[in-house]
């Protein structure tokens, strides 16, 4: 059946827009993990003070959504394809926030000699921003095996929480000085794991989107 | 994105009475307008500014004054009999119900289609000159065919109907037979064109094409179409006037009456509470 092909170019504004978040949300994890590695404050500060495009972009994909929901009434997959957008929205903007913590950790990480060399965190941010690609990527392309895919590396990422948790564990055992930076790399390894679990909800939602399955909260899946 | 919907911020509309803020001057404006049917006020006190290049939609249930206050806009009330119209309904600056107005020549200004598809039992391509001949805007051969194709064109219908311009009109489908009314509602150059129920009689694939047809047009065509269908509204107006009981009870953007109406009544009609 031909499309309505003017709702069809407000939908691919709406991905349009959503990628666009997606690219920002993407490299304002990449700049925060950057600071923390560099101990460049004038970095951390700009990428603190970066968030305002995310935010407006964040109010103007729900309004989209809305808008087309109100006026066009979509049905199957295009009414899957707008609920989805409106999850990932969120999903974004929340990445965007835990981005600033990571440079707020990074902040104050760098106000102490450095606890060790830093190795599993920058892996875990390299995971997290692959992810986040790979769920945008799937999004765009509708492709549901590249969403397992991300879902399936959600555990890699937990995993590397933990054992972050656990050295940087013996190294406060071991000196006290090092509890305050070292809580810090924790933190960062929290948010890395939890911009994991949004990617993780994005990929979801493609499949969703895409085949109509919901494969969210099952017993021995991903999560 | 050549076609796109605004987007506004949510939190900045407000409820703001009857008339949306617009710039610019009205293509249609009326005043007061009250239309009876002998001794009954079909139309109470109606005013309106209806801007030019976009699509206006009159939505209300049955007998609420939406087709009547339509009508009134080329004078096809005229031909009722007993029927008289109060106030003033303005085109251009220029009151229609004014002394020395040519009625025919008004509606050539203000085309109009209708819910029944209505073309003449003739070919396609007499169906379109006819309306070019009783105009006096026939000119040479060539000239009628290029009129012909153009307006045919503009319907979205010139690549279904090319080959078998000389057929009967009646025998094409539904769908095709309406967007030949609009082409032949085009052909003599219209100003405005209003639209009773374009679509109500047909499938959904026929009703989207006129859809997708009403938005194409109103780059050059200030269009108001009557509808008693709430999403087609919505799908394809800019602005959307809600009537109830003869009244104009609401009147702003589209996305204004379909998400945060100012009326109560409005809010109950497009969430189906009655009508």
Known sequence: MERVRHFQEELEALQSRLLEMGGLAEERVRASVQGLVVRDTAFIDKVLRGDEPINELHIEIDNRCFMLLALHQPMATDLRAIVAAVKINTDLERVGDLAVNIAEAARRYASHPPVKKLIDIPQMGDIAQGMLRDALDSFVRRDTVLAQQVLNQDDILDALKTQVFRELLTYMLHDPTTVEPALD??????????????????????????????????????? | MSASIPIPSLAGIAARGAQPAIQGPPKVQAEALNFFYGETRALQDISINIQPNVVTAFIGPSGCGKSTFLRTMNRMNDIIPGTRVEGKLLIDGTDIYGHGIDVVSLRRRVGMVFQKSNPFPKSVFDNIAYGLRVNNMDGSRAEVEERVEQSLRQAALWDEVKDRLHDSALAMSGGQQQRLCIARALAVKPDILLMDEPASALDPIATQRIEELVYDLKKDYTIVIVTHNMQQAARVSDFTAFFWLGKLVEYDRTQKIFTNPGEKTTEDYVTGRFG
Do not use: C, K
């Not at chain 1, 794991?193 to 909800?201: C, L, P, Q, S, W």
């Not at chain 1, 939602?205 to 109509?212: E, G, H, N, Q, T």
């Open chain 1, 185 to 223: 790399l924790i933190l960062v390894s929290r948010h890395l794991e939890r911009i994991g679990d949004h990617a993780t909800n994005i990929a979801e939602d493609v499949i969703f989107m895409v085949s109509a399955l919901d494969v969210r909260h099952q017993p021995g899946q991903h999560q």
